[in-house]
């Protein structure tokens, strides 16, 4: 494994137009449990009596709006201040370095922006912007967490619009086709914390044709001889070694 990790030290500290693509898994790190939080399916049937992907969908918002927010409030928004990990603070450094061009993440926090990171694309959109579909007011995150009952615009009163797509809807085309095109000229691609054969990322990865695609990972997965390079364990500790040149 030694020998791995210094081999992917060097590939990274040799390329530039070095791109992201950023799982669950990191997220996984700061304590939060995602959209789709399936490291707790159980507990979620338990409490709400459906599945995440039944709950975060249009036809559930429509139908049980508040149970839908409380979903968004209690699993998704489990936590609001949380320390951004060593993958985070890694990215920056590529960025600023000038060898990382792009994160991709269907991560819906936007913590590569607070670890300095500017060219983020999210793939699902924003915890950061529910909006008013009425006069189009932004709302980010902690107002939602915050408030008493189901969220709704300050100034219209209605119910507030999630800032991030819902399963079974469409993936805003501009997003895609700049992680698509980001993917697809990247000369390294650093894959972290997510699983080649999620439909998600099977789709993307499909675009990059190189020989210098990185799997980094806390263990392993089907899939994942996909990948030229692969290493697991501790993901922010693997990004620390990785990058410290």
Same mark, same amino acid.
């Given at each position: 494994?030694?020998?791995?990790?210094?081999?992917?030290?060097?590939?990274?500290?040799?390329?530039?137009?070095?791109?992201?693509?950023?799982?669950?898994?990191?997220?996984?790190?700061?304590?939060?449990?995602?959209?789709?939080?399936?490291?707790?399916?159980?507990?979620?049937?338990?409490?709400?009596?459906?599945?995440?992907?039944?709950?975060?969908?249009?036809?559930?918002?429509?139908?049980?709006?508040?149970?839908?927010?409380?979903?968004?409030?209690?699993?998704?928004?489990?936590?609001?201040?949380?320390?951004?990990?060593?993958?985070?603070?890694?990215?920056?450094?590529?960025?600023?370095?000038?060898?990382?061009?792009?994160?991709?993440?269907?991560?819906?926090?936007?913590?590569?922006?607070?670890?300095?990171?500017?060219? +983020? @694309?999210?793939?699902? !959109?924003?915890?950061?912007?529910?909006?008013?579909?009425?006069? #189009? =007011?932004?709302?980010? %995150?902690?107002?939602?967490?915050?408030?008493?009952?189901?969220?709704?615009?300050?100034?219209?009163? +209605? @119910?507030?619009?999630? !800032?991030?797509?819902?399963?079974?809807?469409?993936?805003?085309? #501009? =997003?895609?086709?700049? %992680?698509?095109?980001?993917?697809?000229?990247?000369?390294?691609?650093?894959?972290?914390?997510?699983?080649?054969?999620?439909?998600?990322?099977?789709?993307?990865?499909?675009?990059?044709?190189?020989?210098?695609?990185?799997?980094?990972?806390?263990?392993?997965?089907?899939?994942?001889?996909?990948?030229?390079?692969?290493?697991?364990?501790?993901?922010?500790?693997?990004?620390?070694?990785?990058?410290?040149?």
């Amino acid at each position: 494994m030694d020998q791995m990790l210094d081999k992917i030290r060097e590939l990274i500290k040799n390329n530039d137009n070095i791109v992201l693509v950023s799982g669950s898994e990191v997220t996984r790190e700061t304590g939060l449990n995602g959209i789709r939080a399936d490291h707790i399916a159980y507990d979620i049937e338990e409490k709400y009596g459906y599945s995440s992907d039944e709950i975060v969908s249009t036809r559930f918002l429509s139908r049980q709006v508040d149970k839908f927010f409380d979903y968004y409030k209690n699993i998704i928004l489990n936590k609001m201040d949380v320390e951004l990990t060593g993958v985070h603070r890694a990215a920056a450094k590529l960025e600023k370095q000038g060898k990382l061009t792009a994160v991709v993440t269907r991560m819906i926090y936007r913590h590569y922006q607070e670890a300095g990171c500017e060219n +983020v @694309v999210e793939l699902y !959109g924003s915890a950061e912007e529910n909006r008013c579909p009425v006069c #189009g =007011r932004v709302y980010g %995150a902690r107002y939602i967490k915050e408030y008493n009952g189901t969220p709704r615009c300050q100034d219209c009163g +209605v @119910v507030l619009r999630p !800032g991030f797509s819902l399963f079974g809807e469409m993936i805003d085309n #501009g =997003r895609l086709t700049k %992680a698509s095109n980001a993917i697809e000229y990247a000369n390294v691609l650093l894959v972290a914390g997510a699983s080649l054969n999620s439909m998600t990322w099977a789709n993307m990865l499909r675009y990059y044709e190189g020989n210098k695609l990185v799997l980094i990972n806390t263990q392993e997965k089907s899939g994942d001889e996909r990948a030229n390079f692969r290493a697991y364990g501790n993901l922010s500790e693997i990004f620390k070694y990785i990058t410290d040149f």
